[in-house]
């Protein structure tokens, strides 16, 4: 009994590591179509992201096994694509992306958007108490980092939101996107955080030449910022 049941906690404990990627190998390489709009939409063939990579892992491994971490294609190219280029230029951060969607779109709660596979939730890149880049706490315990709540600076429990990498990362967005005939629709970020952001020559820039939600979100969006990607297919 005691070798059947260690058995079975070893094949959960191997599901729960790798069991995303293991799933992934098996995903069709026939580009996805999306249906619908964000917020009521499909998604066929949806391919889920990497569970981590040099420079980035998902908020949760067993979200990511059940799925909740599938875009389009064209989006998951465009977010691993960024991820090499702040390679370069920030190869000190690790970055954390949160939830996407179904890999078959739908309906995604709590979510009200990311239901044809153009929405990404992307974890805000953290400075420590020294000013060194860090990486949020996140479990089960604060709701896999979505109970996290930062003041209107950009402050909470010893971390500062890295404004300027943020900003980075939303600008490698775009550039790869545009690279692939496609464009950011929309970012949502917490609308006290402007000024901060603008605290640097990219986060202007991001400020400038990127479509931001206008008026207050359903949701803060302090501890992420949600981004809608404008696709031609």
Do not use: C
């Not at 390489?29 to 939409?41: A, I, K, L, N, Q």
């Not at 805000?124 to 020294?130: G, K, Q, R, S, T």
């Not at 640097?200 to 400020?207: D, P, V």
């Not at 969006?221 to 404008?230: L, M």
């Amino acid at each position: 009994m005691t070798i059947v049941i260690a058995a079975f906690a070893l094949i959960g404990l191997s599901a729960w590591w790798w069991g995303n990627d293991f799933i992934r190998s098996f995903e069709a390489e026939r580009p996805s179509v999306s249906h619908g709009t964000t917020g009521d939409g499909r998604l066929e063939r949806g391919k889920r992201l990497p569970t981590s990579g040099p420079n980035f892992h998902a908020y949760s491994r067993l979200g990511a096994l059940f799925g909740r971490n599938a875009v389009h294609s064209t989006v998951r190219d465009i977010v691993l694509a960024a991820y090499d280029s702040l390679a370069v230029a920030r190869p000190d951060v690790e970055f954390v992306y949160g939830e996407t969607g179904w890999p078959s779109g739908g309906p995604f709660p709590p979510h009200r958007t990311h239901e044809n596979g153009t929405s990404v939730d992307l974890f805000v890149p953290v400075l420590d108490a020294e000013g060194r880049a860090a990486v949020l706490p996140i479990g089960p315990w604060n709701k896999f980092g979505y109970s996290i709540e930062f003041d209107a600076r950009g402050r909470w429990n010893g971390y500062q939101v890295d404004f300027e990498t943020l900003a980075l990362h939303l600008l490698a967005l775009e550039s790869e996107a545009r690279r692939r005939g496609a464009r950011i629709g929309r970012v949502i970020l917490a609308p006290e955080f402007e000024d901060e952001l603008r605290g640097s020559e990219a986060g202007r820039r991001a400020s400038a030449e990127l479509p931001w939600m206008e008026g207050r979100p359903w949701v803060r969006h302090d501890e992420h910022y949600h981004v809608d990607f404008v696709l031609t297919n």
